[in-house]
């Protein structure tokens, strides 16, 4: 379903772009690597990437991309994605991946990749590096565990509380604030770290937080990102703890060999028994996680490739701000996660279904050996480096990098590989428009920012629209493991690509998470079954001849003329909306228009002139073929399909071109907005609604006759404008006569019956309400009227007087107006009274 979001988006802005004349470009790449696939991998057969050879783990990942693609392939044709599929390509493939290497070697040239051993967050289960971008933060309950640290030295102690005690073997200093009076002739002393002994100095650093625990923390290699900066900036030694698997190294003792977990109850069970764990308190902690298997994340210090771009941030920023950004708080995210980066972008993995990095190590030295860019593309573990000695130490023998680049490295070069790198096109770059959902604003489109920039001193995107997320039955994010989602193909089978398309288009604003409905896509499938039927009915009258007629030389009725600047109206509105991606207000207008305006009244008001055949059908003829036609080319950017059957059912003869894709998108004809003609239109409509209202009610037939209608409207204008409409509102209406008239109707109201309201009185009056009963049933109803334009009615029985007002009693009433009998019909706008006479006397 995000797909379908996501490519909707895309294709009605391709397709509307077309229509307006542009040459598009609409490609399509598959972004293949990755550890998504390779964990798919591993549950599919039950294997670790380390239980194959490479090759034959790649070999998996490749069958079960190309199965993926050959899906979605499937799914995107059926939806009617207007792909330009000689474009496509695979980032699995050579000549892909050679691109992604060539950006690699540039790159490095320019020095804005190095190498280097820098802590990196490590996934324990996937084995590899993982760059900030992936870890993900959820908030999770754990321990808080206060424990005692003896001074060295001196009989005192110190407390430290930690949710990481299985962290003291690799404890090298211990900080408190600067400001903290509690500690200040602690500083420079040292303490004891059980369950060893070491001994560890106590620092000082403005980072502390004075009022987290005690106020003391471990410095630890690496709890986390504050130990990096601490060991950093006082040059304190690493401990390497824990290894690629999430084990305890040999630097934890007799904890060696255990998982983080384990190794954490087993140290607290021994502090506890020692005497040395003071006390615990629940804490709810912000934890970061693999985004792929959620594994919480540890840091790790190996070498590593890096790209250089906390150094590019003021770029990046500089050009993203000159981005149109839809919506516009895209941007905002795009700069809070600019800023918020604090290291380098680390761009190995330790994976295996990826790029390889084209990189060989000296034997003698370790000095890396870069490909040269004539060879690209090259497998290190199967080619040759470019040198045959090493440049630092003359060495003749080599290793190949066995690690691979991150999948962002190849999804971060795509627009100008779409332009045609090494040979840009320059129409081709940057590209007009880069679209993606809001969840990967900080990977795909800083990616994409940071390495053009590096590459090519450009910024690779004039406009960025964003599409929100899928939420499933329940308000979260659609997603198979949580089983709150719909399967798109499920959905199609039942209401058709084209409803489907019409839920992601109208369901949220542009950048808003939209939740899947059945209702909306149902709501699509019935509008579009209205619309097929009100062309149906109005195809014989499509008429291509009248419609090339000059309008000037038709007379059209105001109905028509409301219509058309209805329309014209419509072409603009949704033309302005589609300039600014707001499919969601596009589309509700179309479909008002439609539903509403052209099926429901129009195709209704003209019927009779149709019926007729008579001079005024020719209007009827020009009206609709241009209102029917237009309304479906502004349909087809939303729904192709549909668009493309009435227009090849109904128009392809008569208009000449092969589909209605490649006509040209409406333009409003501004002369044919018209305020008074609209204000007309809907004065009609509202008498023809209350009328169409008024049969329902009376339970008549729609096409049943009504003698009289006599409207009676105080103000000359409104009678003036009625008087214009009146034979509409006639032969729509089936009225023999219409009058309008300034004069306030002489109504005269007679009750035809009257008894209590049971519901109001039964509790006022108990025992009295049969005495009312009785006398109501035997009072003249000449006189109850009477009585009742008093207000009230008084009923005198047994030695009683009792009083009741219109609400105590149930009237039945007619009115007359000058002897016949009249149905009053009260239009609140514009303020209308109809008198309404079926016939059959008074
Ligand atoms: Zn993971
Ligand atoms: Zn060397």
């Known amino acids: 379903m995000g797909t379908a979001l996501n490519w909707t988006y895309f294709d009605i802005v391709a397709r509307y772009k077309r229509m307006r004349g542009f040459n598009v470009l609409f490609p399509q790449g598959w972004d293949c690597h990755g550890l998504p696939t390779e964990v798919q991998v591993e549950k599919r057969y039950g294997i670790r990437k380390g239980d194959l050879p490479a090759e034959k783990f790649r070999d998996l990942c490749v069958k079960l991309t190309t199965e993926n693609i050959a899906h979605m392939k499937e799914e995107m044709n059926s939806f009617g994605f207007s792909i330009d599929w000689s474009t496509e390509y695979r980032t699995m493939d050579p000549s892909y991946y050679s691109k992604t290497q060539l950006s690699f070697v540039q790159l490095y040239k320019k020095g804005l990749i190095y190498r280097g051993e820098h802590p990196v967050n490590w996934c324990p289960r996937c084995e590899t590096a993982i760059a900030d971008a992936e870890v993900e933060y959820g908030k999770r309950k754990t321990m808080l565990h206060y424990i005692r640290f003896k001074i060295a030295g001196e009989s005192g102690e110190l407390m430290i509380a930690t949710t990481r005690p299985e962290y003291l073997p690799a404890c090298v200093a211990v900080a408190v604030h600067p400001e903290d009076q509690r500690y200040r002739k602690h500083i420079g002393k040292k303490l004891e770290v059980p369950p060893f002994g070491q001994a560890v100095e106590i620092i000082e650093d403005e980072e502390v937080d004075p009022a987290f625990g005690t106020g003391v923390v471990m410095v630890c290699t690496f709890g986390d990102k504050t130990d990096v900066r601490w060991v950093n900036r006082y040059k304190l030694p690493v401990i390497k703890l824990i290894d690629e698997k999430g084990r305890m190294t040999e630097a934890a003792g007799k904890y060696s060999k255990m998982t983080v977990e384990e190794a954490r109850r087993a140290m607290v069970e021994d502090l506890r028994a020692a005497g040395l764990l003071a006390k615990q308190e629940e804490l709810v902690q912000n934890v970061g996680v693999c985004w792929r298997c959620k594994t919480a994340v540890e840091i790790l210090a190996k070498p590593q490739w890096f790209m250089r771009v906390l150094a590019l941030s003021d770029k990046v920023l500089e050009e993203a701000r000159k981005v149109r950004w839809v919506p516009e708080h895209a941007l905002t995210r795009f700069i809070d996660w600019t800023k918020s980066m604090d290291w380098d972008w680390v761009i190995s993995r330790q994976r295996i279904f990826a790029t390889p990095i084209p990189v060989w190590y000296c034997t003698g030295c370790n000095q890396p050996i870069v490909a040269d860019e004539k060879q690209l593309p090259v497998i290190p573990s199967k080619d040759m480096p470019p040198v045959e000695k090493c440049p630092s130490c003359g060495n003749q023998s080599f290793q190949p990098d066995p690690d691979v680049l991150d999948t962002w490295m190849d999804s971060s070069i795509t627009i100008a590989v779409h332009a045609g790198w090494p040979e840009i096109d320059p129409r081709l770059f940057p590209a007009d428009l880069q679209p993606n959902g809001t969840d990967i604003i900080r990977t795909w489109d800083y990616y994409l920012m940071v390495r053009h920039l590096a590459l090519f001193d450009r910024a690779p995107y004039r406009t960025v629209l964003i599409n929100g997320m899928v939420l499933g039955s329940d308000g979260r994010a659609m997603h198979k493991s949580l089983g709150n989602y719909v399967d798109s193909t499920k959905a199609r089978d039942k209401y058709g690509a084209d ?319 000058k002897g016949h009998r009249v149905e009053v019909i009260d239009i609140v706008e514009p303020t209308l009274t109809l008198l309404v006479s079926l016939g059959g006397g008074p």
Not at 549 to 559: C, N, T
Not at 738 to 747: D, N, S
């Open 499 to 817: 409803a489907l398309r019409q839920w992601a288009a109208i369901g949220a604003s542009t950048g808003s998470d939209i939740p899947f409905s059945w209702k909306d896509v149902e709501f699509a499938y019935r509008f579009m079954r209205k619309f097929w039927n009100a062309v149906r009915f109005a195809s014989p009258h499509l008429n291509p001849d009248i419609a090339k007629l000059d309008a000037g030389k038709i007379s059209f009725r105001p109905v028509d003329r409301w219509l058309l600047s209805r329309l014209n109206r419509l072409i603009k509105n949704v033309t302005g909306w589609l300039e600014d991606f707001q499919f969601n207000k596009a589309l509700g207008e179309i479909h008002n228009f439609v539903w509403h305006e052209l099926c429901d009244m129009y195709i209704e008001e003209v019927k009779h002139r149709l019926y007729s055949g008579d001079k005024t059908s020719e209007a009827v003829a020009f009206t609709l073929y241009h209102t029917v036609l237009t309304s479906t080319k502004l349909l087809a950017p939303f729904a192709p399909h549909f668009a493309e059957e009435i227009y090849q059912t109904f128009f392809a003869g008569s208009e000449k071109k092969p589909s209605i894709h490649v006509t040209k998108w409406p333009e409003a004809d501004e002369s044919a907005i018209d305020e008074s003609a609209e204000k007309l239109g809907e004065i009609a409509n509202a008498v023809i609604s209350a009328l169409r209202q008024f049969k329902s009610t009376k339970k008549l037939a729609l096409s049943s006759e009504i003698s009289g209608l006599e409207i009676y409207t105080p103000s000359q204008i409104l009678a003036k404008q009625l008087e214009e409409i009146a034979v509409d509102i006639a032969g729509t209406m089936r009225v023999r006569e219409v009058k309008i008239t300034a004069h306030r109707p002489e109504l005269r109201e007679r009750v035809l019956s009257v008894e209590p309201n049971y519901a109001r009185l039964g509790t006022k009056l108990r025992g009295d309400l049969k005495i009312v009963a009785d006398a109501l049933r035997r009072a003249k109803l000449q006189e109850i009227t009477e009585q009742l334009s008093q207000g009230k009615i008084t009923i005198k029985e047994a030695g009683k007087t009792i009083e009741l007002s219109a609400e105590d009693l149930k009237i039945k009433r007619e009115m007359e107006s």
